[in-house]
């Protein structure tokens, strides 16, 4: 019996391969955005294609903390309904109880071709619990146009880019370009803002939430001045909906042509460079800005695997269609088509992947320099963390209680919920 949706919405369910010669049918978890949904189908018609197996879409909002409650709750409440679930690089330490161990089930050599941090992430109590499919980093889109036509580079600070977004606003609004909006980001109230935020402080030199040691270093100087930084952003060169806004928003709102900057993930690229996009051919990709000049350029580490459920009823055919899934050919179709950044290491030198999506060649330092959440360090407890972080975050930004406030509640909350920083 399938398990309540109600946490995660209405999903829809899709039966998009088989054939009358199917031997099972496996479900699978996958965004229902467009671009995921399609490389989802793709890969999963082409494993059916050469199995004779049957898979079946299950689609999820674009919303992490729904997906992850979605998650969560099958599992635990064991069924078999989900055979192979999408994982969040956040994830592993949480669900790996109730997920099948593949390091004795997927060669060495195919585990190894993979970027040894994401492998080491995956591995909980030496369990490898899900191989990975695609990684990311936060990255700053820009229009290339609108910068030449106003005579600026590309910023490498945030001081830099709030100049830009100004100027460029004033100028194009004074020539009756109204719409047009200065920087876009995920202010939405959900794990996206994490991401956001993270990025902020770290480029400020402001810690990760969470050290390695277990302590809690959130309510500090330089955190401070990074969300009161974005919080001056709001009415100015982001616009106040922008709290509303998560990935596909932001997205969307800057391949219409009306913005000058954005935050995203990878994955916009192929979006914004379509035939019918407006602003295909316009756009450039660069690293986060610096904080302040002994800041850093920053990036939170995203990404996502794919594991199986421990009570799959199909485990070994599972197990084989996530080989497939995450490897070396069918994540050059990622990234090739769709703009997903592998986690093999080699295919950031394969031509044709360059030659489609050119950024990934200067990607590789971001992404091994990328700050990661604190979910290996508070394990089981990271989805409180986080929780408490962006709600105080959106607080901040939405003018409810200034930054040094905001950010000391957070740290009593996640000095209680560390029991004196053991986790």
């Known amino acids: 019996m399938l398990p309540s949706w109600a946490v995660a919405g209405a999903l829809l369910l899709c039966m998009t391969a088989g054939t009358a010669r199917a031997q099972v049918t496996l ?28 898979v079946r879409l299950l689609y999820q909002p674009e919303d992490t903390t729904l997906v992850y409650e979605s998650a969560r709750s099958t599992l635990e409440s064991g069924s078999d309904a989900v055979d192979v679930f999408q994982v969040d690089v956040i994830w592993p330490g949480a669900l790996a109880p109730r997920l099948v161990d593949l390091r004795p089930l997927v060669p060495a050599a195919e585990v190894e071709a993979h970027f040894p941090q994401i492998v080491a992430n995956n591995t909980v109590q030496g369990r490898l619990v899900a191989m990975p499919w695609y990684t990311d980093a936060g990255l700053l889109y820009y229009r290339k146009d609108l910068l030449a036509k106003h005579g600026f580079a590309p910023p490498r600070t945030w001081a830099e880019l709030e ?31 994490t991401c956001n935020a993270l990025e902020w402080i770290d480029s400020f030199g402001g810690g ?49 042509g009306n913005a000058v900057f954005m935050r995203n993930w990878p994955f916009a690229w192929h979006e ?38 421990s009570h799959s009823r199909h485990v070994a055919e599972a197990v084989d ?11 050059k179709r990622r990234a090739i088509r ?61 003018g409810q209680g200034d930054a040094g406030r905001n950010l000391g509640e957070v740290e009593r909350t996640l000095e209680r919920l560390s029991n004196g920083g053991k986790w």
């Not at 229902?32 to 494993?47: H, I, N, Y």
């Not at 100049?163 to 047009?180: P, Q, S, Y």
């Not at 969300?227 to 616009?239: N, Q």
């Open 27 to 54: 479900t699978v978890t996958c965004f229902a955005g467009a671009g995921f949904a399609e490389a989802c189908r793709t890969a999963t018609d082409e494993w059916s294609r050469r199995t004779g197996n049957a």
């Open 272 to 309: 914004l460079n379509r035939p019918d996009s407006p602003v295909a051919g316009k756009v450039g990709v660069i690293a986060l800005p610096m904080g302040e000049p002994d800041g850093k350029h920053s990036g939170t580490l995203g990404g996502w695997n794919l594991a199986v459920s």
């Open 208 to 256: 990760g939430i969470v050290e390695p040691d277990g302590r809690v270093s959130i309510n500090n100087p330089r955190a401070v001045r990074a969300l009161d930084r974005a919080a001056s952003w709001l009415g100015s060169i982001t616009p106040w909906a922008v709290l509303f806004y998560a990935e596909a928003e932001t997205r969307d709102l800057f391949r219409s």
């Open 163 to 193: 100049a830009a977004a100004k100027a460029v606003l004033a100028a194009e609004h004074r020539a009756g370009n109204r719409e047009l909006q200065g920087f876009l980001w995920q202010g939405r109230a959900y794990e996206g803002l």
């Open 321 to 331: 269609l996530v080989r497939f899934m995450t490897g070396r050919e069918e994540q």
């Open 338 to 398: 769709w703009s997903y950044s592998p986690t093999i290491p080699a295919l950031y030198e394969d031509p044709e992947v360059l030659s489609a999506t050119p950024f990934l060649r200067d990607q590789l330092g971001t992404l091994l320099a990328a700050v990661a959440r604190p979910a290996q360090r508070t394990g089981r407890q990271y989805t409180a963390v986080s929780a408490a972080f962006w709600s105080a975050v959106h607080a901040t930004l939405s």
